[in-house]
């Protein structure tokens, strides 16, 4: 899964607009607050990459979209999931 820079970047700004508007948190420092944002946004879809590779990769003898590989690759993910503690 790639997502752009862009995209990455209005998604932190809907967040941090989110955490404010809804009062979860003050962000004091609104640059750095966003800079951590999009870095964690950054890490988690590098993992959920790495994470949809690997379970494709099990899954290469399965026909893609039959419903035996949709039921493996839900399982598969949850399995990569809590192995890599996300």
Known sequence: MSVSE??????AHEIAERLWRDD?????????SLDRIKQSL???FHVAA???EAV????KSKVPGSR????????Y????????KW
């Not at 979860?24 to 750095?32: I, N, Q």
């Not at 494709?56 to 899954?59: G, T």
């Not at 993910?77 to 890599?84: G, K, M, Y």
Request: charge should be negative; aromatic fraction near 10%; charged fraction near 45%.
């Open 6 to 11: 862009d995209r990455i970047s209005h998604l």
């Open 24 to 32: 979860l948190a003050d962000l004091t420092d609104e640059r750095r």
């Open 42 to 44: 950054t890490a988690y």
């Open 50 to 52: 790495e994470i949809e």
């Open 56 to 59: 494709r990769a099990k899954l």
């Open 68 to 75: 035996d590989w949709d039921i493996l690759y839900h399982k």
């Open 77 to 84: 993910f949850q399995e990569e999931l809590a192995r890599r």
